[in-house]
């Protein structure tokens, strides 16, 4: 698991250093943030102490309301755990006391203008993915309708060139050649790339070409969540190409398991509108529908 440091949160989300700067090397080593409610009246069975701590309006207006010994007693209670850092939402003020206890600890008291609730929200989700395990595959990712698919086969056989014809009907390239994955929870997988790479995609014979440079800023995403593997093989004549209902497959990616077509490739294909394809029928059968199902019904009723 990667570790992100308090210095990665102040740059990402541009907060204000109030106190501890000279202690921003400090780690996060966990992915939720914590409000510290209870511990505040003396109650820390079960304070979260290796989160970050996030005062919004309820916690400072509390403090507030304290005499200072009482304010020293509640704070100092905390500030003793060593919590990775403090962060003040709605750019609130007043807070000396809480400057003071931070700096002869050693603990960074951040500050941001963000509302408690969407700042939650949007660091909870950074240290999510911050944090996530994740490999490294090789493959393209693209994002098709909202889709997101891990295009995979052996090196020329086409993944390139069919997500540029992808690209060119108006879907979106994530990842060429090196696509990073992230358990990001049990079932859910996000496909992303590993920065190097970003926006580029590599075309034999032409060399390679920046999609957002040559067909505009949609044709790129920065990740996207993973819910089909297609792995394009070359063509075989003695394989069983037209069954009305595969028996499911699923490739197995960090213990989270993705559901895996093959498409065998052959002069004239058209292999991008078979991936649209993929990724219609994958969405249709989400929302309950089989078409072989409904054939089978309608032979049945004949």
């Keep these: 698991m990667k570790s992100v440091t308090v210095e990665d949160l102040v740059k ?6 109030l106190a501890g700067a000279t202690q921003l090397h400090r780690t996060i080593p966990k992915t939720r943030v914590h409000r510290p409610g209870l511990e505040f009246v003396g109650y820390f069975d079960f304070f979260s102490q290796s989160h970050l701590q996030v005062l919004g309006s309820k916690e400072i207006t509390y403090l507030h309301t304290l005499t200072e010994e009482e304010r020293n007693d509640r704070i100092g209670n905390i500030v003793k755990y060593h919590p990775p850092c403090f ?32 700042f939650i ?22 994002n098709v309708s909202g889709i997101g698919i891990l295009l995979r086969g052996k090196s020329g056989v086409g993944k390139s060139e069919t997500a540029h014809t992808l690209i060119r009907r108006g879907h979106r390239l994530v990842a060429d050649d090196i696509v990073v994955l992230k358990k990001i929870s049990p079932e859910t997988l996000l ?52 069954e009305l209902e595969l028996a499911p497959k699923f490739s197995d990616y960090m213990d989270i398991k993705i559901p895996h077509i093959e498409i ?39």
């Design 121 to 142: 929200e949007l660091v909870d989700a950074f240290l999510t993915k911050s944090m996530a395990p994740e490999i490294a595959v090789h493959g393209v990712c693209v």
């Design 87 to 118: 962060v003040v939402t709605r750019n609130q003020e007043g807070l000396k006391y809480l400057m003071k206890y931070c700096e002869e600890e050693g603990i960074p008291l951040l500050r941001t203008p963000q509302p408690t609730t969407k």
């Design 264 to 302: 065998q490739l052959q002069p004239g294909r058209d292999v991008a509108g078979l991936v649209e394809a993929a990724a219609n029928n994958w969405y249709l059968k989400q929302q309950g529908y089989s078409a072989a199902e409904d054939f089978m019904k309608r032979l049945q009723e004949d």
């Design 12 to 17: 990402r989300f541009s907060l204000e250093v």
């Design 191 to 242: 496909g992303t790339h590993n920065g190097k790479t970003k926006e580029f995609l590599a075309l034999r014979s032409i060399g390679l070409i920046n999609v957002s440079r040559l067909y505009g800023r949609k044709a790129f995403q920065d990740e996207t969540r993973i819910v089909l593997d297609i792995e394009l093989t070359k063509w075989q004549d003695n394989a069983l190409n037209n």
